[in-house]
């Protein structure tokens, strides 16, 4: 499938591009996607996963290639970048171009880091991006139902139709209800759910800003002064009623999120395995915050994982939750979908038990033994390829 990315953005000095730069460390090779924009703020960022690294073990493959997803690096947004301040042009260009949104939101105080509005509070930020896309949105609708009036008294006085596909009244229908909830300053995915099936087309071929699944990423600093940090009991009470704030919006909103030091995280991406983990405790941060960015960003935009795996390379492909086997194989090549007969699948973890007893690096001889155990299943056109299956293509 094409390049699933995630655009990075927030207000400057947030840590956007720390971020960025600790992501990037976890890019893949280029030989390995040859096709891929070469622009330095666009990272190809492989998926961490234990599955591949086992499977590639014990078939011994000479490549490994994992399962990927693109991040970007956006402008910092100001206030007014819907109307053209800052970069904001480019800015939203940039937005409406990503498929989902890595919010990057500071958590931390730190008067050596100046606060493009002063005070910490995220809260704050959150709503001040959010306003520029719903008022950016605002206007990309408000053009569409100037051109739309046109359209409904054409077919009105004529019944003529306007083009293949096309319905102005149904379009209207769905845009008003858009446009009502912009006007309440809330975003457009919160009305998806009052769309007939008609009408969600028409929304999504408009590309709204505030149409996008949105991950935040709460950044704090290891000894810093955090909000998260409310059972400190220094932590001011104004610092406990902003993150109390902040998680009554994420609740309410049903939104997610993620925290991450994005400073430890680019100080660490030189390193690998226990030596990272162990120097991660030495600077006080205590999970694997880019890896929890990296998976959460993959499971919000319903992607999942097959496996090929053999003596040549094991790789992990990127599909869409609930894509059926002709579809998941056209991640491998276009041919696949078309001329897919069958498919051979598996488990991983009951392929890598198959062949427990069996020469490692053997592939085939654990097919084999899974076969004839009848834990290899050939499955046709309707199947529903799920999350960590073993796939080998018949066409």
């Known amino acids: 499938m094409a390049n699933i990315s995630v655009g990075i953005v927030g207000l400057p000095n947030v840590g956007k591009s720390t971020l960025f730069n600790a992501l990037t460390k976890k890019s893949v090779p280029a030989e390995n996607y040859p096709f891929c924009t070469i ?19 014990f078939s011994k493959s000479k490549k490994k290639i994992p399962a990927v997803i693109e991040f970007v690096d956006i402008a910092g ?17 940039n937005v409406r171009e990503c498929d989902a949104i890595a ?11 100046l606060h ?25 609708v408000s053009k569409r139902f100037g051109s739309l009036e046109k359209d409904l008294k054409r077919t009105s006085s004529t019944k003529a139709t306007v083009g293949q596909g096309a319905d102005p009244i149904i379009e209207h229908s769905a845009l008003t209800k858009v446009l009502k909830a912009l006007e309440n300053e809330k975003m457009a995915i919160t009305v998806f759910d009052e769309l007939d099936e008609k009408e ?17 990423v709460l950044n704090k600093k290891a000894g810093g002064k ?10 001011p009470e104004a610092s406990r009623d902003k993150w109390e704030k902040l998680m ?31 120097f991660r405790k030495e600077l006080g941060a205590d999970s694997d915050g ?9 499971e919000l935009l319903g992607l999942e994982t097959f496996f090929t795996t053999g003596e040549d390379e094991t790789r992990g492909w990127t599909i869409k939750k609930g894509s059926i086997a002709p579809e998941a194989g056209r991640a491998i090549h276009n041919d696949f979908k078309e001329k897919f007969i069958r498919a051979e699948v598996i488990p991983w973890d009951t392929l890598l038990e198959a062949g427990s007893g069996l020469h490692r690096g053997s592939a085939r001889q654990a097919y084999a033994a899974a076969r004839e155990k009848g834990l290899l299943r050939t499955e046709g056109k309707e199947y529903v390829v799920k999350d960590g299956d073993v796939i080998e293509f018949k066409i």
């Open 39 to 57: 622009d330095p703020s666009v990272g190809i960022i492989a998926v961490p996963d234990e599955r591949l690294d086992k499977l590639n073990e």
């Open 77 to 93: 947004l100001v206030k007014g970048a819907s109307k053209g301040e800052g970069k904001g042009n480019a800015f939203l260009q």
């Open 103 to 113: 919010q990057v939101v500071r958590i931390f105080d730190d008067p050596k880091i």
């Open 116 to 140: 493009v509005e002063t005070e910490i509070d995220p809260l704050r930020d959150i709503q001040i991006i959010n306003l520029e896309l719903i008022l950016k949105d605002l206007e990309t």
């Open 200 to 216: 969600k087309p028409f929304v999504i071929n408009t590309q709204l800003l505030t149409s996008k699944l949105i991950l935040y």
């Open 226 to 235: 955090n909000l998260d940090e409310i059972n400190d009991p220094t932590s």
């Open 248 to 278: 009554k919006f994420f609740e309410k909103n049903k939104a997610k999120y993620v925290l991450v030091d994005a400073n430890i995280e680019n100080e660490l991406k030189e390193f690998e395995g226990e030596e990272k983990e162990s």
């Open 290 to 298: 880019i890896g929890n960015l990296i998976t959460s960003s993959y």
